[in-house]
């Protein structure tokens, strides 16, 4: 889960003796801080000085801090169901098959165990990867559960790694280059690389390499495992003595080959082998990774992401992120913020998602590119590590906004709600096209093993602190519960979300000052309230803002926060006919086999309040609605159902309840209609000031030509002749 590997700080605070009324205020979105195209100077490819010093204080800037995962546990709920299932997944798995392909690549005995399959096979060059994310899955487990059996397995498959690595060095069969090469196949393919082989004689070595050090990072960071610790230290020797001495031109070229280049993490882990170790070589090694043709370009705000492959590139600015706190080279930082930019909004899918078979299609194609295979699972994993990342740096609002809509549409969509003791039932591609299926399974694929990690860590960034201390990020409404030993404060969150976007905040225990921050949802346009043991907080909380609630806080106290959900449609960028509906934060599919995109039409049914629940109806069951004759369905729930996650808006004539005008319902160049853009400043209060708001609009359709003088008066007499009062 890369957690920051700084050691925690125990912090000291005077409670105050008398509690005082809150105050509240709110917080504006932060603006983040995108210099002009050009604005920074240079590329981050010089040399940096690197001491323990240095690694020792690399978080001392940022503003907010995580909390570690095993402070926050899981309440009861979806996020805790799904959860359990890959619990179950993790207990039952048998840990001789995670290791039987390292095993054999060091002529140690498999003991019988046949490898996990699909990419996880004696003979698979991306063999060993699934392992590493296994590593993890099993850390986080250790740290969310406590539960002694899985520190023992986790233990002995740390053990069996470390057997590995020395069976490698002693006789390996060729010999590594370093004795701290570990791997489940030989060095050749990390030799071939250098001589710029490509996909698929060779499959990404670096890829797996990564998911091997990162598995035992979080072994050590997460479960306390201190020979994990030494066994990717010595991993980080290795590195650096295959890629110390390469010249620049060589890495670029290395890193610039499709699926053999590709590298995930290893800038990042990297750099969290040396915030451990304080070795410089392992800083110099994280920064042979510089890709530096897209982080040049990206740092100068230049779009190149078109036709390159999403997952290859989102991993590496996260590891930018890192080696900025330990270089402090702004276009580090610079390059991810931008880059997080060309992604998020501009190339993301209603459920969170990002890509057309696994790579980035023009800046702002949506509509054009809904198919089968869209929105990898691991892409949507590796911008929910980055976007967490920018918020720890700079605290903008729509960084959680994004977190949300990526961990409650896609992520928590992306498990089967099915138990397996012998497969992650976990999504590879989830498809925004009409009438596709989810596929389960993914046994020994990359989002099998990112699959796996995504439902031990959903807590994780449900709360944040200040660096001092004094303030407390409230960034997500799942069921949880906090612990935060160096306050004092047990804090716990009630809520049956997604269901419902009401919540509570309770001090079970502890007392003292403290900011209490709560994220404004972008969606909660329909009311944010705040009552504090009963009173109404009266402030102005804005979407996508945080609100901040300031007091000494007592054993007892109560936060209410009630965020109403309501129907809303969001456009495809590309075309704003494509749309997705959502309720509140939850993306709704229409369940349905058709091939081709279902038409809606939903304003002939509005009234005065401009409402879609007027146009669409409440179902059996809980979030489930009903239009055209089509069940309406939250995404999360995950079957192997046909579904609509776009359809066609068919809104051809101007129309007010039974008053047809019969005027065509032109769009102006932004695509949006007359029908459009008059419902957007819906409600009205009366049937005069809607009456009003038509004539206003149809005067300036007049005026642009996008209506004849005998249009707009046939709008205004049907708008005039139609009572839309209903429902107010």
């Keep these: 889960m890369s957690q920051p590997p700084s050691r925690r700080r ?50 001392a800037a940022w503003p907010v801090r995580p909390f570690p995962l095993d402070q926050v546990a899981l309440g009861e709920g979806v996020f805790r169901r799904k959860r359990d299932l890959m619990l179950d997944y993790a207990r039952s798995y048998p840990a001789d098959r995670v290791l039987a392909v390292f ?91 250098e001589s710029y082989t490509t996909y698929p004689t060779i499959w990404a070595p670096y890829y797996t390499c990564h998911k091997i050090m990162r598995g035992l990072l979080d072994a050590h960071t997460l479960a306390g495992n ?67 043709t ?68 023009a800046r702002n194609a949506i509509a054009a590119t809904l198919d089968d295979k869209n929105a990898e699972t691991c892409a949507t994993y590796n911008m929910l590590k980055l976007s967490r990342q920018l918020f720890f740096r700079q605290p903008n609002p729509a960084y959680l906004d994004y977190y949300e809509r990526g961990l409650t549409n896609h992520i928590l969509a992306s498990r089967r709600d099915a138990p397996s003791a012998t497969s992650p039932e976990v999504t590879y591609f989830v498809g925004m096209g009409p009438g596709v299926r989810r596929e389960y399974d993914n046994t020994g694929t990359c989002c099998g093993g990112t699959g796996m990690e995504n439902h031990t860590k ?18 997500l409404s799942l069921a949880s519960t906090l612990r935060w030993p160096e306050r004092g404060f047990v804090i716990e969150q009630t809520s049956d979300y997604p269901a419902e976007g009401v919540r509570t905040l309770t ?39 945080y609100l901040t609630l300031s007091g000494n806080w007592r054993r007892g106290d109560r936060i209410r926060i009630s ?10 960028l590309d075309d704003p006919a494509v749309q997705s509906l959502f309720y509140g934060p939850v993306l709704l599919v229409a369940r349905s086999g058709d091939t081709g995109f279902r038409a809606f039409s939903f304003y002939k049914d509005f009234t005065l309040r401009g409402d879609l629940a007027d146009a669409i109806e409440p179902g059996d069951r809980p979030m489930h609605f009903t239009t055209h004759g089509l069940t309406l369905a939250p995404f999360h729930l995950a079957d192997d159902a046909p579904y609509h996650a776009y359809f066609t808006r068919s809104e051809p004539v101007v129309v007010f309840g039974a008053a047809d005008s019969g005027v065509p319902n032109r769009a102006r160049g932004d695509g949006l209609t007359f029908l459009d853009v008059l419902w957007k400043q819906a409600p009205f209060t009366t049937s005069g000031r809607f009456v009003r708001a038509v004539r206003t609009l149809a005067d300036a359709w007049l005026s642009d030509g996008r209506f004849s003088r005998a249009e707009r008066d046939k709008v205004v007499a049907a708008a005039a002749g139609t009572d839309l009062r209903g429902g107010q």
């Design 294 to 361: 897209l982080l040049d370009a990206c740092a100068e705000d230049r779009d190149t992401l078109e036709g390159k492959h999403a997952n290859q590139h989102i991993p590496q600015f996260t590891g930018y992120l890192r080696l900025f706190d330990h270089t402090g080279r702004t276009e580090y930082a610079t390059a991810a913020r931008n880059f997080w930019g060309m992604v998020a909004g501009p190339r993301t899918y209603s459920l969170g998602g990002t890509g057309q078979g696994e790579m980035f299609r």
């Design 10 to 59: 125990a912090l000291r605070f005077a409670a105050g003796a008398a509690a005082a009324a809150p105050l509240v205020h709110a917080v504006p979105r932060a603006q983040a801080a995108t210099p002009a195209p050009g604005a920074v100077s240079g590329t981050a490819s010089g040399a940096a000085s690197s001491t323990a010093s240095g690694a020792a204080s690399a978080q």
């Design 458 to 475: 959903c807590q994780d960034s449900v709360y944040f602190r200040s660096a001092d201390g004094s303030a407390l990020y409230v960034n």
């Design 103 to 193: 095993r054999a690549n060091a002529g140690l005995d498999t003991r019988g165990a046949r490898p996990p399959g699909g990419w996880e096979t004696s003979v698979g060059n991306l063999r060993g990867h699934y392992g590493g994310h296994f590593l993890t899955l099993i850390a986080q487990a250790c740290a969310d559960t406590g539960e002694a059996a899985l520190k023992v397995k986790l233990d002995y498959l740390v053990d069996a790694l470390g057997e590995c690595q020395r069976a490698l060095a002693e006789h390996g069969s060729p010999r590594p280059s370093h004795p701290g090469y570990l791997a489940a196949y030989p060095e050749t393919q990390f030799i071939q690389l």
């Design 563 to 572: 965020a109403p959900y309501r129907l809303r449609v969001e456009r495809a």
């Design 226 to 292: 201190e020979q994990a610790l030494r066994i990717a230290s010595g991993m980080g020797d290795w590195v650096h003595s295959r890629l110390g001495h390469l010249p620049r031109a060589q890495l670029e070229r290395m890193w610039s080959i499709y699926i053999a280049g590709e590298y995930g993490g290893m800038n990042e882990v990297m750099a969290d082998l040396y915030a451990l170790t304080g070795s410089p070589e392992h800083l110099a090694a994280a920064r042979c990774f510089d890709n530096t």
């Design 507 to 545: 001090f079970r225990e502890g007392s003292g000052r403290l900011d209490v921050k709560l994220r404004v949802p972008a969606w909660a346009t329909a009311g944010f309230t705040v009552t504090v043991n009963g009173v109404r907080q009266r402030a102005g909380a804005r979407p996508g803002s």
